[in-house]
C-alpha cells in the first residue's frame, strides 16, 4: 500500500471513531481542578476574585472539552454549568472522604496530608468527577479522567462504579473497582483489591457483572472478590481471599495460613509431600 492510499484509510477510520477530547488538555483539567479544590497557591494573599476567575477558567476548560465531545456549543456551555452546580455537593463528599483517611489510617497526620500526598485520594477525587460527568450523559471523557488517574496511582476505578460516602483505600496500587460494582457507606478497602467480573463475556454488557459490598465492609490487600454477589454490610475481607460467593452480614472471610518447623521438611521435599504433611 502506497503512502496516499495509506493516508486515506487512516482518513477514514478517524472518521469513524468520532470525536475525541485532546488528551493533554483532558489531563490538564484534571490537575487543575484538583489543585483548585485542594492545593491553594502559597506565597500569596488569595482573593476571592482569584477563586472565582478560577473557576471561571475551569469552566470554560471543561466546555471546551465537552465541545469536543458532542461538537455543540450551547449543549457544551449547559453540561459545564451543570457540573459546577453539582461541584459544591462533590466537594462536601470529598472531604468526608479525606476525613474517612484520617480516622482509618494511623500514619495519617492531618487532612492537609491526605489532600496533597495520598494516591488514594486523588484517585477518589478523579472517580467522583468522572462519575458526575457520567451523570450527566457525557461520554469518553469520564474514561479519559479515569485512566489518567491509574497511569498516575496504579488504582483503577471504573466512572460508571456507584460508591458511597467516607470511602477509603489505603496505599492502593492494584486497585481495581469494575464498571457495574455497587460500594456502600464506610467501605475501607487496601491494596491490591479487585472488585471484578466472574463472566466478561460481552453479551453480558447490560447485565450487573460485578459484586455489591455493603456499609462498613473492610477489605484487606489482595482479595478478590468476582461476579454479581453480595457482601453483606460490617464484614471483613481477609488478605488474598478470593469470594465468588455470597457473604452474610457480618462474616468474616479470610484464608487460614499454616505453621510449622522447617526441620521438619527437606529442601528436596516436593511441594505437594510439603502440603500433605501440612494437611495431618
Keep these: 500500500m502506497s503512502n496516499k492510499n495509506f493516508i486515506k484509510q487512516l482518513l477514514q477510520n478517524n472518521a469513524k471513531i468520532g470525536n475525541l477530547p485532546d488528551k493533554d488538555l483532558a489531563h490538564q483539567f484534571v490537575d487543575d481542578i484538583f489543585g483548585f479544590l485542594f492545593i491553594p ?16 477558567a475551569l469552566k470554560s476548560h471543561l466546555a471546551t472539552l465537552i465541545y469536543d465531545v458532542v461538537g455543540d456549543g450551547a449543549k457544551s456551555q449547559a453540561q459545564a454549568d451543570a457540573f459546577f452546580e ?11 472522604d479525606a476525613e474517612a483517611f484520617v480516622a482509618n489510617d494511623p500514619a495519617a497526620l492531618n487532612i492537609s496530608q491526605i489532600l496533597q500526598t495520598y494516591p488514594g485520594f486523588y484517585a477518589i477525587t478523579v472517580y467522583r468527577i468522572s462519575n458526575q460527568l457520567r451523570k450527566q450523559g457525557i461520554r469518553v471523557l469520564p474514561r479519559i479522567f479515569a485512566e489518567y488517574a491509574h497511569s498516575k496511582t ?4 471504573h466512572p460508571y ?15 481495581v473497582i469494575g464498571e457495574t460494582s455497587v460500594i456502600g457507606n464506610d467501605v475501607r478497602m487496601y491494596q491490591g483489591v479487585t472488585i471484578g467480573a466472574l463472566n466478561s463475556a460481552k453479551a453480558k454488557k447490560q447485565a450487573k457483572r460485578h459484586p455489591t459490598i455493603e456499609d462498613n465492609v473492610v477489605i484487606y490487600s489482595g482479595a478478590t472478590i468476582l461476579g454479581n454477589i453480595t457482601v453483606g454490610r460490617d464484614s471483613v475481607i481477609g488478605g488474598n481471599a478470593w469470594i465468588t460467593f455470597g457473604v452474610p452480614a457480618g462474616s468474616l472471610v479470610y484464608n487460614q495460613s499454616e505453621v510449622a ?9 516436593s511441594v505437594s509431600k510439603i502440603l500433605k504433611n501440612l494437611k495431618k
Design 86 to 96: 453539582a461541584l459544591p455537593a462533590l466537594y462536601a463528599s470529598l472531604q468526608k
Design 161 to 175: 462504579a456507584t460508591i458511597g460516602a467516607n470511602f477509603f483505600i489505603d496505599h492502593g496500587t492494584g486497585v
Design 41 to 56: 497557591k502559597t506565597g500569596v494573599n488569595q482573593k476571592e476574585s482569584d477563586l472565582e476567575k478560577g473557576l471561571y
Design 261 to 269: 518447623s522447617k526441620e521438619s521438611f527437606s529442601h528436596k521435599d
Design 154 to 157: 496504579g488504582i483503577d476505578i
